[in-house]
C-alpha cells in the first residue's frame, strides 16, 4: 500500500515580497462592557449573554419591569411601540430550531481522553500520543425517537465523541452496535422513513414495533444483522455508561513514516456492558422518560466519572481490504473479537456535565469528516454518503453555513480559514484578501507541509473500474453474521431475542410481513424462527440458504462475567419502627463503595430520633422497582404505616397483617427482573409473603446488615441473577 507521500511541487512565487503572517483569527469574545457612563465596567469580555446584575433588553438597555406590556392605561390597548414586548415574544417564537432528522434526543457530557501511545506504530496522530490530554465532548443519543421521546425505547444508541485536538477537531460519530442496517448510503432515507412512525397517523413514536419498519428490512435482507442486534439485550442499555461504542465503519491510520493500518474503533466501558430487561424498559419509559439522561448526570455530578477505553482492532492494508474473508468495507459485519484482539490505545473519563442543554447538546455538530492527521477513511460506501450527510444537515438545522463558529463546535486549535460571510457570521475578520495566492495580505495564510502537521490525504491507489450501480460479491452474504451473532449468545439472551422478535411482529397488522420476516429468521437459526412463529400462531417456514455453524465469539455475550459496581443503586426499605442503626450502616457502607444507597419508607421526611435522623429519599408512593439495581430489606412495613396504606387495610385492599402491597410489588418486580434482593433479621418474611425461596440465585437475606451487603454485592456483580430467567435451550 501507499508509502510516504509524494512531495508537493514548488509553491507559485506571488507578485510580492510576503509582509510578515497576520496574527491568528482574533477569537471572538465581545468588546468591554460599558457601565451608565461609558465607563469600561471590567467584566469579563466573555459574558456577553448575562453581563451586568440588570435585567435589559437584547441591546443592553435595563429595563424597569419585564412582566407588563405598554398599554395606554391599564386596562386600555396594548402599545405596538413596546419595543420589548415585541422583542421579547418574537426571540420566544424563534426560540425552537429543527431537531435532528436521527438521533433527536440526546444526552451529553464533557470530558478528557488521554492516549496510552500504543497507536503511535500504527497513526501520527498527536492526541493518541502517550499522555496527552485532550478535551472531548460527547453526546448519546437514541435514533428514531423525536426530541421529546423516553430514553429507554429498544432502539441503536449513538455515540459520538469530539475531541478537540491541537490538529484540529476529530469527531468518531459512532453507535453501540457495531453493524449498520444498510451497506450503501444511497439506502439511508429508505430506512428511516420505514423506522420513522408511519406518515399518515405519526404512530408509533421512537418504536420500531410496526409493520413499515419490518416490511422494509424484510424485504431489503442486508439489515438482517443490525436488526437481530436491535432485538438483542444491546439495544436496551442499563445507562449510557455502561455501552460499548463502536466506529461501525473500517477507517485508515497512517503512521509517521506514512504507512497505512486498516482499523475498527471500539469503546469499551470500563462497568462492563448491561442492559435493561424489556418490561423494565417499558415500565421506565413511563416511570422516568429521563432515565439515562438523569442517570449520566448523576453520576458526572456525584463524581462517579464515566470512563471508557479508546481499542482498536488493526488489519493489514491491504489492495483486497479483507480480513479472514471478512470484506472490511462492509459496515454489516463484524470482525470477530477473538479473530482480530481489541488494543486499548486511550482512556476517555467523562467529568462535567453541559452548562446549557441548548447551547451544547442541541447545538454540537458531528461530522465524520472531521478528521486529523493519520487517521483516514476507506471506501466504505456507507461511510462516503455519511461525508456529505452531516455537512448539508448542520446547514438546515443550525441555520447556516457558520456552525462550525458555535462555541461548542469551535475547535480548540487555531483556524485560519478563507470561509466567508453567511448566515450568523460571528467572526471579525481582518484583512482584504480572503483568496489564495495573494499579495495583498502578504500571502497569508501559509500552506503547511507534512512537516508542519498538514492533514495530507493518503494517496490510494484506486483499481481499474468501470463506473457501475453495484454491490460487490463480498456483500451478499446477509445471513451468515447474523447465526455468528445468534450462535454466541447465552440461553437466557437467545430467549430475550425470541421474545423480542415475538412482541414487535405481534405489533405489525400486515400477516405477509410477519411471514417475510420469520423466512428472514429460518435462514438465522430454525430454533429461533420456530419459537418467534409459534408466539406468532403461524408456521414455521424452513431456511432458503445453507446454515454454517461458526465458531461462537464469547466477546459478544453479556453474560457470565463480574463488573465493577460503581454509581450502581441500592433502594434500602425501612420499617420506621425496626432497625435503623443497621440501615445507616449499609447506607454508609454503600456510598463509602461508590454506590448509590436510596432509603425507601412509608413516608417522606426522617426516620428515628431529630439527633441523628436518617433521610428518606423515596416513598412507596414513588419507589419502582426499575430505578433499583438491588434491593435490601431492614424491615418489613406492614400497611398501617402510613395513612393511605392504613386506609387501604380499612378498605380490605390489603392484609393489615401482611407487608404493604406496594413493598411486595417492589419486591416481586425485581425478583422478576433478576436483581439482588437481601436483608437481614427477621426481614427475610418478607419472602413468604411473596411466594420466593429463600435460597434462590440472587436472594441473600443474613443475620447482620453487614453480612448482607457483602453477600448482594456478590450477587450483583454479574449484573442479574441469570438463572432466574427462563432460557432458550
Ligand atoms: Fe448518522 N446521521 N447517518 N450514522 N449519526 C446523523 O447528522 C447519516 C450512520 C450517527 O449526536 C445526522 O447531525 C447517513 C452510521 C450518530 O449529533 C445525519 C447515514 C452511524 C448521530 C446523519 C448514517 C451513524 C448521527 C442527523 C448513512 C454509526 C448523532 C443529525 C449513510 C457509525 C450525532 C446530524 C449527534 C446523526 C446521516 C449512518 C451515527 C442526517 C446519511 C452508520 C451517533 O447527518
Avoid at 245 to 254: A, K, P, Q, S, Y
Avoid at 401 to 430: C, E
Amino acid at each position: 500500500m501507499p508509502g510516504k507521500p509524494a512531495p508537493r511541487p514548488p509553491a507559485v512565487a506571488e507578485p510580492t515580497r510576503p509582509r510578515e503572517p497576520l496574527p491568528p483569527k482574533p477569537d471572538q469574545t465581545g468588546p468591554d462592557t460599558l457601565g451608565p457612563t461609558g465607563q469600561p465596567t471590567g467584566a469579563p469580555r466573555a459574558a456577553m449573554a448575562q453581563g451586568g446584575a440588570y435585567l435589559t433588553t437584547a441591546q443592553g438597555a435595563r429595563l424597569p419591569d419585564g412582566d407588563h406590556s405598554l398599554k395606554a392605561g391599564a386596562r386600555g390597548p396594548v402599545l405596538l411601540q413596546d419595543h420589548h414586548l415585541r422583542e421579547k415574544i418574537t426571540h420566544f417564537d424563534h426560540e425552537r430550531i429543527p431537531e435532528r432528522v436521527v438521533h433527536a434526543r440526546g444526552a451529553a457530557a464533557h470530558g478528557v481522553f488521554q492516549g496510552y501511545g500504543t497507536a503511535a506504530k500504527v497513526s501520527r496522530a498527536a492526541f493518541l500520543a502517550k499522555g496527552v490530554e485532550t478535551p472531548v465532548f460527547v453526546r448519546f443519543s437514541t435514533v428514531l425517537g423525536s426530541r421529546g421521546s423516553a430514553d429507554t425505547v429498544r432502539d441503536t444508541r449513538g455515540f459520538a465523541t469530539k475531541f478537540y485536538t491541537g490538529e484540529g477537531t476529530f469527531d468518531l460519530v459512532g453507535n453501540n452496535i457495531p453493524v449498520f442496517f444498510i451497506q450503501d448510503a444511497i439506502k439511508f432515507p429508505d430506512v428511516i422513513h420505514a423506522g420513522k412512525p408511519h406518515p399518515d397517523r405519526e404512530i408509533p413514536q421512537a418504536q420500531s414495533a410496526h409493520d413499515t419498519f419490518w416490511d422494509f428490512v424484510s424485504l431489503h435482507t442486508e439489515a438482517t444483522h443490525h436488526t437481530l442486534w436491535n432485538m438483542s439485550d444491546r439495544a436496551l442499555p442499563r445507562s449510557l455508561r455502561m455501552m460499548e461504542g463502536f466506529g461501525v465503519h473500517t477507517f485508515r491510520l497512517v503512521n509517521a513514516e506514512g504507512a497505512t493500518t486498516l482499523v475498527k474503533f471500539h469503546w469499551k466501558p470500563k462497568l462492563g456492558v448491561h442492559s435493561l430487561v424489556w418490561e423494565e424498559a417499558q415500565l421506565t419509559n413511563g416511570t422516568d422518560p429521563d432515565f439515562h439522561r438523569r442517570d449520566l448526570a448523576d453520576a458526572i455530578e456525584s463524581g462517579a466519572f464515566p470512563q471508557w477505553e479508546l481499542g482498536i482492532q488493526t488489519f493489514p492494508d491491504t489492495p483486497e481490504q479483507t480480513f479472514e474473508g471478512i470484506d472490511l468495507l462492509d459496515p454489516t459485519k463484524i470482525v470477530p473479537e477473538e479473530v482480530a484482539p481489541v488494543v486499548p490505545i486511550g482512556l476517555m473519563t467523562l467529568n462535567a456535565n453541559p452548562t446549557n442543554y441548548f447551547a451544547e447538546t442541541e447545538q454540537v455538530a458531528f461530522h465524520p469528516g472531521h478528521l486529523v492527521p493519520g487517521i483516514d477513511v476507506t471506501d466504505d460506501p456507507l461511510l462516503a454518503g455519511r461525508l456529505f450527510s452531516y455537512l448539508d444537515t448542520q446547514i438546515s438545522r443550525l441555520g447556516g453555513p457558520n456552525f462550525g463558529q458555535i462555541p461548542i463546535n469551535r475547535p480548540h486549535a487555531p483556524v485560519n480559514d478563507m470561509l466567508r460571510d453567511g448566515a450568523h457570521q460571528t467572526a471579525v475578520h481582518t484583512g482584504v484578501a480572503p483568496y489564495r495566492p495573494n499579495s495583498l495580505d502578504g500571502g497569508c495564510p501559509f500552506l503547511a507541509g507534512a512537516d508542519d502537521g498538514a492533514f495530507i490525504e493518503v494517496p490510494v491507489e484506486l483499481p481499474a473500474a468501470r463506473k457501475v450501480r453495484e454491490a460487490p460479491a463480498s456483500f451478499a452474504d446477509h445471513f451468515g453474521q447474523p447465526r455468528l451473532f445468534w450462535l454466541s449468545m447465552t440461553p437466557v439472551e437467545r430467549e430475550h431475542i425470541i421474545a423480542a422478535y415475538t412482541f414487535e411482529l405481534a405489533k405489525c397488522y400486515e400477516q405477509a410481513v410477519k411471514e417475510r420476516t420469520l423466512a428472514v429468521l429460518a435462514n438465522i437459526d430454525p430454533r429461533l424462527c420456530a419459537e418467534v412463529a409459534a408466539g406468532l400462531g403461524l408456521p414455521a417456514p424452513a431456511a432458503t440458504v445453507p446454515l454454517a455453524d461458526p465458531g461462537p465469539s464469547p466477546a459478544l455475550s453479556q453474560v457470565g462475567r463480574e463488573w465493577p459496581l460503581d454509581g450502581r443503586v441500592i433502594g434500602i426499605v425501612a420499617d420506621p419502627g425496626g432497625d435503623l442503626a443497621g440501615v445507616r450502616t449499609v447506607r454508609d457502607a454503600v456510598l463509602a463503595d461508590g454506590m448509590v444507597p436510596l432509603v425507601i419508607a412509608p413516608t417522606g421526611g426522617t426516620l428515628g430520633p431529630r439527633k441523628n435522623p436518617v433521610t428518606v429519599q423515596r416513598t412507596f408512593a414513588t419507589a419502582r422497582s426499575v430505578e433499583f439495581d438491588a434491593l435490601l430489606f431492614a424491615g418489613v412495613p406492614g400497611p398501617a404505616a402510613d395513612a393511605r396504606g392504613a386506609r387501604d387495610a380499612k378498605a380490605g385492599a390489603a392484609r393489615s397483617d401482611g407487608p404493604d402491597p406496594r413493598v411486595l410489588l417492589l419486591l416481586t418486580e425485581a425478583y422478576r427482573h433478576g436483581k439482588a434482593i437481601g436483608g437481614w433479621k427477621s426481614a427475610s418474611r418478607v419472602l413468604d409473603a411473596a411466594g420466593i425461596g429463600a435460597d434462590e440465585p440472587g436472594i441473600v437475606f443474613r443475620a447482620t446488615p453487614a453480612a448482607a451487603l457483602k453477600q448482594l454485592k456478590r450477587a450483583m456483580a454479574g449484573h442479574r441473577a441469570w438463572d432466574r430467567f427462563p432460557a432458550a435451550d
